[in-house]
Every structure is written in C-alpha cells, then in structure tokens.
C-alpha cells in the first residue's frame, strides 16, 4: 500500500493511493461497516496511530484498502468523492505522511562511500548516527524555505525507514521484520552551519529541511531494500544517482547497531544516508526557485520547491 495522510477540510485523514486516486480510509471502513452491519472498530484517525496499531490494526487497514481499491476499479469516482470514500489526487492535497514524527528523525551519516570522499572523509567503521527534530518536516509538494541563516543550502536524496515493530537489541537478520515501510526522504543541510557549530545538529535541524513522502509504502512491497535506484534532480538536472546497493551500513545493520541499549518505538524514522553528488562537492547549492526531485525505486518522487522566506525577494 502507499499510505498517505491528506488535508480534508480543516482536519487531516488518513489514505492510500490507487490509480489516480485517494482513498479515504476512514470514509471506505464507515460505508464496509454499514453493509456488513459489523460492530465498528476502533479505526486509527492518524498515520502515527495506525503504525502503532500494530498487527491487527494492520490487517484491518489492508482489508479497507481492498474494498476501496475494488470501489475505485468499478465506479465512477465522482460518485465515491460525493460518498466521502475517494477523491483525485491533485496539487496540494498531500501532507507529509507523518506530519509530525514523536520525536527526533534518526539519520546516519556518510553511508556511502563515494559520498564519505567527496566529503573529504573517511569511510566510518561504525554507523554515524546524528538526528533532525520533528519540527523540519514538510510534505511533498510544500516549500524549502532558503533561511537567511545559512548561504550554503544543500540536498540529501535518502531512503528512510519507518518502524513498525519497536523493540530493543535487535538482531540483524531479525531487523526487517521491525519495518513498517518505506519514503523518500530529503535531508536538507545547511553546510555552513553544520561547519560552523561542529555538531551536525543545527545545521540539519532549519524549519522545511526534512521533506518526506508522498507516500509511506508498506514493507511488502519492497523486498530488498538494498536493491533500489536513489536518484535527485534539481531543475530536472541529475545530481545523485546510485543504488542502495551502495550502503555501507545496511538497513537491517542499522536497526541492529541503533536499537543496541536504545528501544526504537512505532513511527520511529530512520534516514539511512546520501550517496554522492551533494552541493557541497560541486559548489552548486540550492537557491529560491529550485525545483528539487527526490526518486527512489518504487516509492514515487518527492517534489518540493525551494522559496526564499517570506518578506524577502528572491
Ligand atoms: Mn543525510
């Protein structure tokens, strides 16, 4: 499934994609509960709680989302949109997946070779793990803001993982077995900043630095996630392009090395790295007006333009 979470009115749902469409989850669950006269359940109204809904909430998303896709297939999809059970995907309708995380977003440096020697670093022999707070997190299609702060803004195409199944001292061939799913991430890094105070921490926390989705994809459908293109385009122009192949740190070695003392809980977001090709190598960093794509295998494109902030001419 491509779970989603959209604006409705004034309040946000949850949802999945479908051939053009958006189901509404709560909408289609209403209307199967109504015609098999069940009792209802208690359904999950955010993407955080149908994470941590665990296996039974799961297994009711995925009986909704079949009635729904059956919905979209047979039927005029205006008439499901008056129903409340599905609409057209359009421009602006998409949140982030998870709006806002619980807490900080794990993400891990220099997990790529190439990337490690652009950086003029060496290759680590053991994951760098450093986070960006809940508060960076935009949705596709929402605005970078270029902050005053920083004069050295730059992108960071990345696969992020999202935990299904928390858990502590996590072994490694247990690991993918604690994934919910998987998005397109972006870590936005202000250079200068992150120069400058040390601690990556600042320069990788500014407001709109963590653009993340459009969808969250469910395990299922991405059986080894060491076998995905990685690709980042500005104004349509290739600037990464790799393969997760590529880690040095796998996913399931980070979920082991991560979780070592430390409980990874429901909704936890883990960012596993850049592969080469970052502005920083280059000199060429974002600036207002960039179009900057996001594209890893079989998880959409994450688009989102880079803005000056407000009350500033670009
Ligand atoms: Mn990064």
């Known amino acids: 499934m491509h779970l989603v979470t959209f604006q409705k009115g004034r ?3 949850i949802g999945a994609a479908w051939h053009g469409a958006i189901l509404d989850l709560r909408g289609i669950e209403t209307e199967l509960a109504l015609q098999q006269g069940e009792r209802r359940v208690r359904f999950p109204s955010t993407m955080l709680e149908l994470i941590q809904g665990g296996p039974e909430c799961w297994a009711t998303v995925r009986r909704v989302f079949d009635y729904g896709r059956s919905l979209v297939d047979a039927q005029d999809l205006q008439v499901l949109t008056r129903r409340g059970v599905a609409y057209p995907e359009k421009k602006g309708r998409l949140l982030a997946p998870i709006p806002r995380p619980a807490r900080n977003i794990f993400c891990m440096g220099r997990n790529y070779a190439e990337h490690a020697a652009e950086r003029g670093a060496q290759v680590p022999d053991r994951p760098v793990f450093f986070t960006k707070p809940p508060t960076t997190v935009i949705a596709p299609g929402a605005d970078i803001v270029h902050h005053l702060a920083t004069a050295e803004m730059d992108y960071e195409a990345e696969l992020a993982v999202v935990i299904g199944r928390g858990g502590r001292d996590i072994p490694r061939a247990q690991a993918l077995s604690h994934v919910f799913g998987y998005m397109n991430l972006n870590d936005v890094t202000a250079r200068d900043l992150q120069r400058a105070h040390q601690q990556w921490f600042k320069g990788k926390s500014l407001d709109t630095f963590c653009p993340i989705g459009p969808a969250l994809v469910t395990a299922d459908e991405i059986p080894d ?21 590529q880690m040095i740190f796998d996913v399931a070695t980070l979920i082991e090395v991560l979780s070592l003392g430390m409980t990874l809980e429901p909704g936890d977001i883990l960012a596993t790295g850049t592969p080469s090709g970052v ?3 280059t000199g060429e960093f974002l600036k207002p007006g960039d179009l900057v794509e996001v594209e890893v295998e079989g998880l959409g494109c994450l688009v989102n333009q880079v803005v000056a902030p407000m009350g500033v001419e670009s």
């Open 11 to 13: 309040g946000q749902r």
């Open 225 to 245: 996630p060491q076998r995905l293109s990685i690709q980042l385009r500005v104004n349509g122009k290739v600037r990464q392009s790799a393969n997760t192949s």
């Open 279 to 281: 502005g920083a190598a």
